[in-house]
């Protein structure tokens, strides 16, 4: 059908088929008619349908288009003979809709595309050459989302089927960790590691970061404190499975051989990129995500952000005169919601407070600047350390916050760590000495008196 048929079917259907009209309308924008009559003609069917909840008849377009006053006496007749040229047909309702949604997308990339070279030309003033990345990105979205909200009695179907599917999710490589969030990380949600400075919340999120390009995920890791080759510094020691100060002896035949190796076992790529401390956000983010779909076809399963503290809110100004508290919840709450925009988990981390640092039970109030950020977060875990944990070569791991499982349940447990190849691994079940926080004897908590208890190696073998 030609895009003339289809802008008439389009007027048509929006008189006479209230359930296409309610389907479609809310979609459909003016300047995606070409002819300037048509678009004056569903102008006033927006209007009178959006003012009155009901479809006009064309008696009514025919006074409410008299009654403009942009529009010449040939105009006019000339609006009437197409109203009255709008006659009811049986269409089928389902083709009809699909049809004009293509129509719609196929407007609004022609549109952006020319919005594009008046750009280009300087024809348009008010836009430099850097909108057009988020100009085409609109014009792709475009789609017809019907969705109204969940309806508790009617939408049980959709619920059961919703119960006992398999969500996707990013796994860890960590047996703790995938018990706690059911299997990994689900789309569209935030996800924060607390530490003290130093304690390892970096080298976490480029372990996870590893192991989701190695699982044939696309990885987008953002940082805003390190270079981006210190990042792939730690990534490449925990691939290639060397210490850090051995990548810098590996001459480069021996490292381009490993890294085509590393190529060729996976069909994901991972994209390091670097923003100054404290100057970019997640409107920042979202541009850059365009951007690799447009540049590279890149499109992440998986965002880092190194780390949510340092990073700006698109809501308030640097140096806006705003608490902590608001200001980094305002970015826990962008960030969530680019997650849940672009369907993919977020992961961030954050520091402790001074009392928290020295901590051997890190809670939620040990968050530093805000206690905003865990309120807005989906999962939110504590990575502690201490002598005894660094001389067993472990790190212990406490839930703070999980709304995909309950938290009492394995809220500590123990995790290996390899620092020299940037890696964590599991231990040796002897090493998971507790269930849930239990207290032994003396009121202790039974992990906290193992550890001061007992040695032993970095793989978790205690003698």
Not at 92 to 113: G, M, Y
Not at 220 to 239: F, G, V
Not at 283 to 306: C, M, Q, R, Y
Not at 346 to 371: K, M, N, P, W
Request: contains cysteine; aromatic residues 10%; glycine residues 4%.
């Amino acid at each position: 059908m030609t895009n003339e048929r289809i802008e008439r079917t389009t007027l048509k259907n929006l008189i006479y088929n209230e359930e296409y009209s309610r389907k479609v309308l809310p979609f459909i924008k003016e300047e995606y008619f070409t002819n300037r009559l048509e678009k004056i003609l569903f102008n006033e069917i927006f209007k009178f349908t959006n003012q009155y909840n009901k479809l006009p008849t064309k008696e009514t377009l025919e006074i409410d288009i008299q009654n403009r006053r942009d529009i010449t006496d040939e105009e006019y007749k000339q609006i009437v003979g197409l109203i009255k040229s709008l006659n009811p047909e049986d269409i089928n309702l389902e083709w009809l809709v699909e049809t004009t949604e293509k129509f719609c997308k196929d407007r609004a990339i022609h549109n952006a595309v020319m919005d594009g070279i008046q750009i280009l030309e300087r024809k348009d003033t008010k836009r430099t050459p850097e909108a057009i990345p988020e100009i085409l990105s609109e014009a792709l979205g475009v789609s017809f989302d019907s969705h109204v909200g969940h309806d508790y009695l009617d939408d049980v179907d959709r619920r059961f089927d919703y119960y006992h599917q398999k969500l996707e999710r990013i796994e860890f490589d960590l047996d703790y960790f995938n018990k706690i969030t059911k299997g990994g990380l689900p789309n569209k949600t935030l996800n924060v590691a607390l530490a003290g400075t130093g304690v390892g919340k970096t080298m976490f999120m480029t372990h996870m970061a590893a192991h989701a390009l190695s699982i044939n995920k696309n990885v987008l890791y953002i940082t805003m404190e390190m270079a981006e080759e210190r990042i792939a510094e730690r990534i490449d020691a925990n691939l290639l499975n060397i210490t850090t100060d051995d990548l810098y002896s590996l001459n480069k035949k021996l490292f381009t051989d490993k890294i085509q190796k590393l190529k060729e076992g996976t069909t994901g790529r991972l994209v390091i990129k670097e923003y100054p401390t404290a100057s970019a956000g997640a409107g920042h983010f979202k541009s850059l995500i365009n951007e690799l779909a447009l540049k590279k076809t890149f499109k992440p399963d998986i965002v880092f952000v190194d780390y949510i503290n340092i990073c700006a809110s698109s809501r308030f100004k640097p140096g806006a005169n705003v608490n902590s508290y608001t200001y980094v919840k305002a970015i826990a709450e962008e960030l969530r919601g680019l997650a849940v925009e672009c369907n993919l988990p977020i992961v961030t981390a954050t520091q402790t407070t001074r009392t928290g640092y020295v901590s051997t039970d890190v809670g939620l109030e040990d968050t530093s600047e805000s206690f905003g950020l865990p309120a807005t977060a989906d999962f939110m875990f504590a990575l502690i350390s201490n002598d005894e944990l660094e001389q067993a070569g472990q790190m212990m791991v406490k839930q703070l916050k999980n709304r995909y499982n309950d938290p009492t349940i394995n809220k500590k447990f123990v995790i290996g760590v390899d620092r020299s190849r940037m890696k964590f691994f599991d231990v040796e079940q002897s090493a998971q000495n507790l269930v849930d926080q239990q207290l032994d004897e003396d009121g202790e908590d039974v992990l906290e008196s193992y550890i001061k208890k007992n040695k032993g190696n970095k793989y978790g073998n205690f003698s």
